[in-house]
């Protein structure tokens, strides 16, 4: 039975930037000798609103990357977008805030052993994560294309310090103010045969994980994505993360995508029955 992240701490970390990125908040915060056991694909779950908040429920962020630096130490940066209360009273804090977070959560994406050809895909802040992802594939001698995608430009978050790490990026947008025109999904069939992709790591909405997963279905590529089902507590016990997992022997699971996930194998989610009960569809 999956357990919380070992790793995870509860801890007051300084937020030492915050800076507005198109449509996103990057906020940058001080978490010290915690950046050694983050991993990519591990979120953050940050207690929003203040000690009198009426807002219970801690928030799910996804860890962008960590690094270390001389003026602040190790930091994790978050990729925020400013959408309900929670999100918003994060956003709006200034450098130097205190704020009560618990990580690393979660399960991280599997880095392979061998190098491999990989391909990255993000839907909106679902980049977030890609690019810490990216450096390590990059360091394991992987070849790295990524490709982003969003309704319009300002959704799209591609720092310019990101697209180094990749060999290639190619953005789409619904509405064609930036790159392509279309889905991010689209050129995902030619891309596998074209650079023999071995595995996807995905991040983003879960329509478009599930779209992913139809494309890798009955192919020899591993799809690893990370899920964004709604959370309340972050850590197991509240069960409002539940997915539907498809077992060897065709019987469905339901598991945790706090504790489970958020990563997970694509080709074992049952996408057409997310967010319904199994047990009424059968
Ligand atoms: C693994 C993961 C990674 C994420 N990464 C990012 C990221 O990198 N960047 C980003 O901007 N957002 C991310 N999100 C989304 C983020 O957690 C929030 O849902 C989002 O910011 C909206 O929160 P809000 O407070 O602004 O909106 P609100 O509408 O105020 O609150 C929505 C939040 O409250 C929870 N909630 C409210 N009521 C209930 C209830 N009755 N039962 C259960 N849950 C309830 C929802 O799950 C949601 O988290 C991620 C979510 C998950 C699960
Ligand atoms: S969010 Fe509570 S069990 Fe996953």
Redesign the pocket.
């Known amino acids: 039975m999956a357990a919380i992240n070992k790793n995870a701490a509860q801890l007051q970390a300084t937020i030492v930037g915050n800076k507005l990125v198109g449509q996103?908040h990057q906020i940058l915060i001080s978490v010290g000798d915690l950046i050694n056991v983050c991993k990519p694909g591990n979120?953050v779950a940050i207690s929003?609103g203040g000690p009198s908040s009426k807002?219970v429920?801690r928030?799910?962020?996804?860890i962008?990357r960590v690094s270390h630096s001389s003026s602040f130490g190790g930091t994790m940066e978050?990729?925020?977008?400013p959408?309900?209360?929670?999100?918003?009273w994060l956003c709006s804090l200034p450098e130097g805030s205190e704020v009560d977070i618990v990580a690393p959560l979660?399960t991280a994406f599997g880095i392979p052993t061998e190098p491999v050809q990989a391909l990255l895909v993000g839907g909106g802040?679902g980049s977030?994560p890609l690019f810490g992802l990216a450096e390590v594939l990059k360091s394991r001698g992987c070849r790295v294309d990524m490709l982003l995608g969003a309704s319009t430009s300002s959704k799209i978050y591609a720092p310019m310090e990101g697209k180094r790490s990749v060999n290639s990026l190619r953005i789409y947008t619904e509405d064609g103010s930036m790159g392509h025109t279309g889905r991010v999904t689209e050129p995902i069939p030619e891309l596998i045969s074209d650079l023999g992709i071995g595995v996807i790591y995905s991040c983003g909405p879960m329509a478009m994980l599930a779209a992913i997963s139809a494309i890798t279905k009955d192919t020899d590529v591993v799809h690893q994505c990370?899920v964004?089902?709604?959370?309340?507590c972050g850590i197991g016990i509240c069960m409002?993360?539940v997915l539907p997992l498809r077992n060897a022997d065709n019987s469905i699971s339901m598991v945790r995508s706090?504790i489970d996930g958020?990563v997970m194998d694509g080709a074992d989610v049952m996408w057409d029955l997310v967010g319904k009960n199994p047990l009424v569809q059968q």
């Open positions: 996103y979120f929003v807002m429920l928030r799910a962020f996804a962008s978050l990729i925020v977008a959408f309900g209360q929670g999100s918003k979660g802040y977030a990370a964004e089902e709604s959370m309340a409002t993360c706090c958020p």
